[in-house]
């Protein structure tokens, strides 16, 4: 079992729509960092959210932390091809190493 | 800055073969992880050293793998004999202590014991 659990596994859509992922648990965070992997690569950090019910914004994605820091979601408007990656969550159960979710691999059609 | 470096990038090798993947980390991080990468289990914490001490080695799976971290900017994985099963992508990523800082990845070794 996952001490994170994300969701979808796998997500395809068209180029110019809508999405959201989301990562849950029944543990609390002090905080949740969220990053992108492209093939071949290793993962990239785009967000961390530190406080309950915080919302970052990075261009067209928007992230949220949950009010009892238990979960986050991605929000991604207008997806482009570019997007297309693994998307990884990742917290620390304690002090400092960094557990990550199994990701939600996303493809943008054009 | 290079970033985190790793290397091989690629390592291919026969079955009982000593394998020895390499980590240099960003200078000024005191912090360095290393993890497994494969499609069944995704990312795996193996081990992680902080100011080049180990400090959880947990996630290891078992004797045949052995880490170390001699200074500050510069850390091994050693697998010794490898199976096959060992194959996969190994990263390591190094931080300031810390997590809000966030880590940094390097581009990993993929490693394919035949």
């Known amino acids: 079992t996952q001490l994170l659990e994300q969701s979808p596994q796998f997500l395809s859509i068209q180029e110019g729509e809508n999405l959201t992922v989301y990562c849950n648990s029944s543990?609390?965070?002090?905080?949740l960092q969220w990053y992108r992997q492209e093939p071949g690569e290793g993962p990239v950090l785009l967000v961390t959210v530190v406080t309950g019910g915080e919302v970052k914004k990075l261009k067209r994605l928007t992230f949220q932390f949950g009010d009892a820091r238990k979960d986050s979601s991605l929000h991604i408007t207008a997806a482009q091809p570019g997007d297309t990656g693994l998307y990884l969550c990742?917290?620390?159960?304690?002090?400092?190493?960094?557990?990550f979710g199994a990701g939600t691999r996303l493809t943008v059609k054009p | 800055d290079a970033g985190v470096i790793q290397s091989p990038r690629h390592e291919v090798t026969e079955m009982g073969q000593e394998v020895t993947l390499r980590c240099k980390p960003i200078?000024?991080?005191?912090?360095l992880f290393w993890y497994r990468q494969t499609m069944m289990r995704g990312l795996e914490l193996l081990i992680y050293f902080n100011n080049n001490v180990p400090i959880d080695d947990s996630g290891m799976p078992e004797d045949r793998f052995s880490a170390k971290m001699p200074n500050a900017s510069f850390s091994t994985l050693k697998i010794q004999p490898s199976e096959p099963r060992d194959s996969a992508v190994y990263f390591c990523?190094?931080?300031?202590?810390?997590?809000?800082?966030?880590?940094?990845f390097g581009s990993g070794t993929r490693l394919t014991v035949v």
């Open positions: 990523a190094s931080t300031l202590e810390g997590v809000n800082y966030g880590y940094t």
């Open positions: 990742a917290g620390a159960p304690s002090n400092n190493d960094m557990r």
């Open positions: 543990s609390v965070f002090s905080s």
């Open positions: 200078s000024g991080h005191n912090s």
